[in-house]
């Protein structure tokens, strides 16, 4: 009967956009006008996820074109091996011969049969030929897929009715089989066996041990043996066309399987082995094996697929208007990234960390040089903030500029964003002109104005943004923005360079109100306890610049030391809001470093202090001061209620943040006494 005819479902390949830009890219720089060269590739079935629009779709990247499969993405998922040929010109692809091509480029999948090669390694039975022409000014690519396999399989049916997997095993079976499938390695996906005991345990093998019983095996004692293979027609009743080279090896290999009275099958669909389907068929014809051995390896190839109209012939990828290098580029950027995921931290989330927006305080070296090292891990928003011109003295030191920038005069923050923009176009960058108010910098009638408006686009900016970098040019600078991440809970990295040495931290949180400061002792403390970098203070910041020559108004560093420090500085950063208690964790010391304070990326530091004078490098914590004149619980109070005009007191009243904080009752005992406590440090930022 018609019905009980094995018929099997084709496949399809999708080649994505990016696959064609590595080809149009691998034409332009390598192939050139090489006249159809053999191209080979990788491609895959979707392993994990599949559903009815991915059902019989072969995947193709930019990544297919890597020669190591372990360098590309199909690797994850069931590969395929395969090859394409490129004509040069649209003529040359409308008269190739289909039959001669596949004929051709199919003599490997021969060979492998008749060489026992496909035995051993079975996944070259799931090959596919792509013959193509690329259109590169208009963005076209005409393309034809083709699955070769012999055209001459014997009619075959089906000996019972498919069931499931479920049905046919019993529970422990079903377990191992689950177990065992997970086990194999992606090329052993594709065809294996599943062997059951008399002892009705299940195993599973490879495809050689299969042929291997069925070739050797006393009939009357021999296994219940299935072969497997998978199949990427989820949710289409017929077995899938790469059931058709298995039976093909089969009848090659195994002679006699021709007279048996059934061959058993399991159709494997998708990762779960519940999804699978028994398929139990036969030969109608009984045909001598070396007859049968002769047609299929000596006839002719078929397996070309049907385009979007349902008929025989070629397809086309118009990409005129998604082959944007832009879009692209997105792709590409985020290439190291994936791999760092794919195969040493699994479980770091790397759409978590794309969507940080990011401000950016200061443009100089090290504003810079954090910002090309957020661009390395994906960071899509970053938002300049600086006051400063692009100086010839620059260009060298801070490597977002160029001498054009100088010459024009830009703005930091402006040409920082431009430069970015070249580097990334998709980017989210902004630039904002914007003078910092300072404690010790008096704000006069003709600032006033200016000032309370930069205070609002402060505040409006710190709204905007999840981390804020403090990256200024002096201490003073840096005592606004580390108040309003107090205040308004953000995220804050501070980092600042000396001539030799560096500093990167962490602020605390400051969400819950402190009296009090910590046990002076602890030093495994977690975020609420942490200090910023005014908890060390005894005085409350003032203008630095008074009465200093140039060599003192500029921090003079040795040329790397921006570089080591804004790596650390972002890489605190991300290992921050990648460990499980985020802003909380307990900070890494050189006193604490065991398994409860590490995170997905390792330890958290609060304070990262280094020198390139003797190469060493410290983990030094900073206890949260409850006189702080940065981030006190009467400062942020203050700052709450009162707004710029409380700013404008700070920068204007000397000794007010002192008095407010009450470090100025503290100091009254004597301040001799209590200096010990606290420390300062020189360090700033050109």
């Not at 079903?174 to 499938?181: D, I, N, R």
């Not at 398929?279 to 070309?304: A, D, F, H, S």
């Not at 000396?498 to 402190?514: A, K, L, W």
């Not at 002076?520 to 008074?546: E, R």
């Amino acid at each position: 009967m018609s019905e009980n005819i094995v018929k099997f479902a084709k496949v399809k390949c999708a080649p994505e956009s990016s696959f064609w830009a590595k080809f149009a890219e691998l034409k332009i720089d390598k192939y050139k006008l090489e006249d159809k060269v053999k191209i080979p590739l990788w491609a895959s079935y979707n392993f994990e996820s599949l559903n009815e629009q991915q059902a019989s779709i072969l995947f193709l990247d930019y990544t297919s074109f890597n020669n190591d499969l372990e360098a590309t993405s199909h690797k994850s998922a069931v590969p395929c091996n395969g090859f394409m040929i490129n004509t040069n010109t649209l003529e040359m692809f409308r008269q190739t011969n289909p039959q001669e091509f596949i004929n051709t480029l199919g003599k490997e999948l021969v060979s492998s049969l008749e060489n026992g090669l496909a035995v051993k390694e079975p996944w070259r039975l799931m090959i596919f030929v792509i013959l193509c022409y690329a259109d590169l000014k208009k963005h076209r690519f005409h393309y034809w897929a083709a699955y070769p396999t012999p055209f001459d399989l014997p009619e075959m049916h089906y000996a019972k009715p498919q069931v499931s997997t479920t049905d046919e095993l019993t529970a422990d079976q079903m377990q191992s089989f689950q177990k065992g499938f997970s086990h194999l390695n992606a090329c052993a996906r594709s065809y294996f066996t599943v062997i059951i005991s008399k002892e009705s345990t299940l195993e599973v093998a490879s495809l050689a041990r299969g042929i291997e019983i069925k070739n050797t095996s006393d009939k009357e004692n021999e296994a219940d043996l299935y072969f497997a293979f998978y199949d990427p027609c989820l949710h289409i009743t017929a077995p899938g066309w790469p059931l058709r080279n298995l039976l093909c090896l089969l009848f090659i290999s195994c002679p006699n399987i021709c007279f048996e009275k059934w061959i058993k099958i399991i159709s494997i669909r998708g990762c779960n082995v519940e999804n699978s389907v028994v398929y139990t068929i036969r030969t109608k014809e009984q045909k001598n094996p070396k007859t049968l051995q002769k047609i299929l390896l000596e006839g002719n190839l078929v397996g070309w697929e049907s385009n979007v109209r349902g008929k025989m012939g070629p397809s086309i990828a118009d990409l005129s208007e998604t082959m944007d290098p832009v879009k692209l580029s997105d792709r590409a950027i985020t290439l190291n990234l994936k791999l760092m995921k794919w195969r040493l931290v699994p479980e770091l989330d790397l759409e978590y960390i794309s969507s940080l927006r990011c401000l950016v305080l200061g443009a100089g070296t090290l504003g810079c040089s954090v910002a090309r090292v957020l661009l390395g891990w994906g960071i899509q928003t970053i938002t300049f903030v600086d006051n400063s011109v692009v100086a010839a003295s620059n260009t060298v030191r801070q490597n977002l500029y160029t001498h054009e920038d100088v010459v024009n005069r830009k703005f930091k923050a402006e040409a920082a964003k431009d430069a970015l923009l070249k580097i990334h176009p998709n980017l989210r960058a902004r630039g904002e002109v914007l003078q910092i108010p300072m404690p010790g910098h008096v704000v006069g009638p003709s600032m006033l104005e200016s000032t309370i408006v930069a205070i609002k686009k402060l505040q409006e900016l710190y709204s905007e943004h999840d981390v804020v970098f403090l990256l200024l040019d002096s201490r003073e600078a840096r005592w606004l923005p580390t108040l309003m991440c107090a205040a308004h809970n953000k995220i804050a990295i501070n980092a600042a360079l000396g001539f030799d040495s560096y500093t990167v931290q962490r602020h605390g949180t400051r969400q819950e109100p402190s009296s009090i400061s910590p046990n002076a002792m602890l030093q495994s403390l977690q975020g609420k306890d942490l200090g910023c970098y005014f908890c060390n203070d005894v005085t409350q910041p003032g203008n630095s610049q008074v009465d200093r020559t140039l060599d003192q108004q500029c921090t003079v560093s040795r040329p790397g030391l921006s570089y080591v420090a804004a790596g650390l500085a972002v890489e605190l950063m991300v290992a921050l809001i990648q460990h499980l208690d985020k802003v909380e964790a307990q900070a890494l010391s050189k006193e604490s470093k065991d398994d409860s304070t590490q995170g997905l990326l390792g330890g958290v530091p609060h304070t990262i202090r280094g020198s390139l004078w003797n190469y060493e490098q410290f983990l030094t914590v900073t206890h949260r001061f409850a006189s702080c004149t940065a981030c006190s619980t009467p400062v942020i109070d203050e700052y709450r209620a009162r707004g710029a005009d409380f700013v404008l007191d700070a920068c204007n009243q000397p000794n007010y943040l002192e008095r407010l904080s009450g470090l100025d009752d503290l100091m009254k005992p004597g301040l001799d006494e209590l200096c010990y406590a606290f420390e300062s440090s020189d360090e700033n930022e050109d």
